[in-house]
T-cell receptor, first 116, second 113 residues
């Protein structure tokens, strides 16, 4: 079975550029999560969606970050303009039934982002 | 959400059982205990979860104490590929943390030959 698919796996760009990270959740999953991992802060939740609707974006660091989920099989996380402190590994995860805490989240392999 | 406490690191000999402890003394009755692991350069991998009863799957066993204040993840025959950071997470229902997984620092398990 295909897991959560993220692209690109690696991204290196200069500060000020727009960065778009992509995620395809597991088919049939109706909840999608974006996380960021850094050495300093560990793994932290940025935003999550249920049935394509953003539920909680309190983890989004600032207005430069935005996320969309236009359909059940695709989501994007955009940073505009990017800054060196945005350098991190960004993970996408999906699960079924957000309303039930006994459904595990399954993670993609992440996008390693470096802003120069 | 209930917080968890894990030792920062542990070693285990290859082929032996790895027992990873987790304290969650403030857990409430409707919160599940989840275990994930993260192998270097990969995304977190779901291992197992439980509410009250002990659980076992093809990867591991989860032993939860009767008072639910602590649990132990058991990898019955550790291999070098089990070297990873292991996260114990307490997760509540939608009325609480709305399904969020809050990752702490975890336990770095080093399996040695």
């Amino acid at each position: 079975d295909a897991g959560v698919i993220q692209s690109p796996r690696h991204e290196v760009t200069e500060m000020g550029q727009e960065v778009t990270l992509r995620c395809k959740p597991i088919s049939g999953h109706n909840s999608l999560f974006w996380y960021r991992q850094t050495m300093m802060r560990g793994l932290e939740l940025l935003i999550y969606f249920n049935n394509n609707v953003p539920i909680d974006d309190s983890g989004m660091p600032e207005d430069r970050f935005s996320a969309k989920m236009p359909n059940a099989s695709f989501s994007t996380l955009k940073i505009q303009p990017s800054e060196p402190r945005d350098s991190a590994v960004y993970f996408c995860a999906s699960s079924t039934h957000l309303g039930y805490s006994n459904q595990p989240q399954h993670f993609g392999d992440g996008t390693r982002l470096s802003i120069l | 959400d209930a917080k968890t406490t894990q030792p920062p690191s542990m070693d285990c000999a290859e082929g032996r059982a790895a027992n990873l402890p987790c304290n969650h003394s403030t857990i409430s009755g409707n919160e599940y205990v989840y275990w994930y692991r993260q192998i270097h350069s990969q995304g977190p991998q779901y291992i197992i979860h439980g509410l009250k009863n002990n659980e076992t799957n093809e990867m591991a066993s989860l032993i939860i104490t009767e008072d639910r204040k602590s649990s132990t993840l058991i990898l019955p025959h550790a291999t070098l590929r089990d070297t990873a950071v292991y996260y114990c997470i307490v997760r509540g229902p939608i009325s609480g943390n709305t399904g969020k997984l809050i990752f702490g620092q975890g336990t770095t398990l080093q399996v040695k030959p």
